[in-house]
């Protein structure tokens, strides 16, 4: 393995909030067709949290929160007439890897990216996301390469919490720690905050997330 392989392979400590929030995903794909997102995802759910109606289905590897809102869609018949759309409020880049696959781990997802509505912010969407993707589909979650503040502490969290499991491992060697209390955010197990440590190539995995609302879940396909 070249030095830019170990570099890219690290698990890095990086400043601010990119991965929650300051990315486009969900301003710039604003309305979506329902007939076309039940004819294109493998699945579609139903949320039900916090009082409020969600709709959780995938688009490529983006694994999409949405609500339904009111489009204006004007006919001869009706010209003040709408018609639902799936609005995104929130997201998961989820990609398919078989990096732990030899060391037990099975279904695995590398998280890519995260993103949550502004103005849903503070409401635990980010957590229910990752809810849905353990819970709900039964994928166990890699941490990715680049570890945001706001990513490594919702790990953190959830090391802390009952019915969260969260493992450290070393790539190319095996389980380091299973169902571990992350120390911090900032927790030198498993996230370096310089990138030239070669050869510490530590992950957290997540297998597991209990919400402390209730959720209901509903399969449409």
């Known amino acids: ?3 830019s392989d170990f570099i890219k392979e690290q698990a890095i400590a ?9 990315l486009n995903y969900v301003n710039k794909h604003s309305l979506t067709s329902i007939e076309y997102t039940f004819d294109k ?3 579609v759910y139903k949320v039900f949290y916090n009082g409020e109606e969600f709709y ?19 006919t001869k018949a009706n010209p003040n007439g709408t018609k639902d759309r799936y609005s995104p409020v929130a997201m998961i880049r989820l990609i398919p890897t078989d990096k732990i696959k030899r060391i037990g781990y099975k279904n695995v997802y590398e998280v890519s990216a995260v993103e949550v509505d502004r103005d849903l912010r503070g409401n635990r969407i980010g957590k229910l996301l990752y809810y849905l993707s353990t819970v709900v589909l039964g994928y166990t979650l890699l ?8 990513a490594r502490r919702m790990y953190y969290s959830f090391s802390h919490n009952p019915g ?16 571990v209390n992350l120390n911090d955010h900032n927790d030198e197990r498993a996230w370096s905050t310089t990138p030239d440590k070669v050869g510490k190539l ?3 995995v ?14 449409l396909k």
């Not at 941490?143 to 706001?150: K, L, R």
């Not at 997540?206 to 399969?219: A, F, G, N, R, Y």
């Open 143 to 150: 941490g990715d390469s680049e570890q945001y503040e706001n």
């Open 41 to 43: 995802s493998p699945f």
């Open 164 to 179: 969260f499991t969260v493992d450290i491992i070393k790539l190319g060697y095996g389980i380091l720690e299973k169902n």
């Open 56 to 74: 959780f289905y995938k688009r490529e590897s983006f694994h999409i929160l949405s609500r339904i809102v009111p489009e204006d869609y004007p």
């Open 206 to 219: 997540l297998k597991s997330v209990t919400m402390e609302s209730k959720v209901i879940v509903e399969k």
């Open 14 to 22: 990086k400043s601010g909030d990119y991965d929650f929030g300051n």
């Open 1 to 3: 393995m070249s030095f």
């Open 202 to 204: 530590h992950r957290v």
